[in-house]
């Protein structure tokens, strides 16, 4: 079939000269004049490519943590409907056998929600200062025999199941050989809930780190230390090139002149949207759920912990975060989708999704010129 009559995005700009052919469940060509008798005629609207979420815990009250493909299969219907075609299933700081069952899950259920790409491990190796909504009961060191335990379920799972992502605490010991040894078995190493300093940081970079967790949330910052001022991950984060960083751009959980100087230091290229929805997102107001045991509730379009302490991840789809980049921090339409999109596959190493281009999966997402999802597209099928 062939898209036409479209306002197409790519990477570099928006594009209403070109058609989109797809066969086979792939891309099959980008260009002018192409005959077919399944013409899509999209009528001036946007043909974008599907977004990937490398940070999302849950929906409509169902969470990764349960280790269901029920809720899985929830997380991944809301999502969908906000645009998301692949995603890592997130976990929380728990035991490691919880982790290890969400990751076996994750594999099995892959078979027939193909949104799922592998999973992302947030926690247990983090900082208790900087836990946030996180559960500190269960909070750990990345030992060796931790650190061996994940790479051993690793080496058992398939490619769609497998981990593809974990976040840690740079300053935690063991954090640097333990980074070494997650990059070596194909991981990408994020840092984040983390209190180091930027030596610690720089230490982990310099072994593979080359992504920051949720930026300005549950990170050190600039503080003094004896006669000097020092940077902390955030700092470091922002002044490495190499360093892509994560942002929650929902509204609540960084201010608009945040992300205005997060775009101006890190560039179109250097921001990865995340949602971090946990199982709030979806819910009515006043809606209790849990997150890694704690009590927490969705409020004013958030979610918080039930104590409103902090901030519970978050009630956000990610078209709601491309919205907010575009309105609020006027970055230019196709650069806030590659946020998206290409930025999050690039950086973990998923060639084959986050653009339109040819040779490419035909995740495809059709835009309003109000930027509401109409149509959504998995492999070429229509899903939405």
């Known amino acids: 079939m062939v898209f036409g009559n479209a306002r197409v995005i790519f990477g570099d700009g928006i594009s209403e000269d070109v058609e989109v052919r797809v066969e ?135 490619a769609r199941g497998r981990v593809r992502r974990i976040t840690l605490a740079p300053e935690l010991p063991g954090a640097v050989e333990a980074v070494a040894r997650f990059v070596n078995a194909g991981f990408t190493v994020s840092g984040g809930h983390s209190n180091a300093w930027e030596e610690e940081a720089k230490a982990c970079f310099e072994r593979g780190m080359h992504s920051v967790t949720h930026t300005f949330n549950c990170m050190s910052s600039a503080r003094q230390r004896g006669k000097e001022r020092v940077a902390g991950l955030l700092e470091f984060a922002l002044s490495e090139s190499q360093v892509r960083c994560e942002l929650i751009a929902d509204g609540y959980h960084v201010s608009t002149t945040l992300m205005r100087m997060l775009y101006a230091a890190k560039g179109a290229k250097g921001i990865i949207l995340v949602t971090d929805a946990t199982a709030g997102a979806g819910s009515k107001e006043g809606t209790p759920f849990q997150l890694g045991g704690r009590e927490c509730v969705v409020e004013n379009g958030a979610c918080w912990l039930a104590d409103r302490s902090a901030l519970a991840g978050s009630a956000a789809s990610m078209i709601e975060l491309v919205r907010t980049m575009v309105n609020r921090v006027d970055v230019p339409l196709a650069e806030a989708v590659a946020m998206a999109s290409r930025n999050p596959a690039c950086a973990i190493g998923l060639h084959e999704k986050g653009e339109i281009a040819r040779g490419r999966d035909a995740d495809l997402l059709v835009l309003s010129p109000e930027l509401e999802v109409q149509q959504v597209y998995l492999r070429g099928e229509r899903a939405l």
């Open 24 to 158: 086979g469940g792939v891309v099959a060509e980008v260009g002018q004049g192409m005959a077919s008798r399944d013409v899509i005629d999209l009528h001036g609207a946007y043909l974008a490519p599907g977004f990937v979420d490398l940070h999302v815990h849950g929906a409509m009250g169902r969470d990764t943590m349960e280790a269901k493909a029920d809720a899985l299969r929830a997380l991944c219907d809301f999502h969908l409907r906000g645009g998301t075609t692949a995603l890592l299933p997130t976990t929380v700081t728990a035991p490691l056998e919880e982790i290890c069952a969400v990751v076996t899950t994750a594999e099995e259920a892959s078979a027939e929600l193909p949104q799922i790409i592998g999973v992302h491990i947030e926690g247990p190796f983090i900082a208790r200062e900087k836990a946030g909504a996180q559960n500190s009961r269960f909070i750990c060191a990345p030992t060796g025999a931790a650190v061996s335990r994940l790479l051993e379920l690793a080496k058992r799972s398939g």
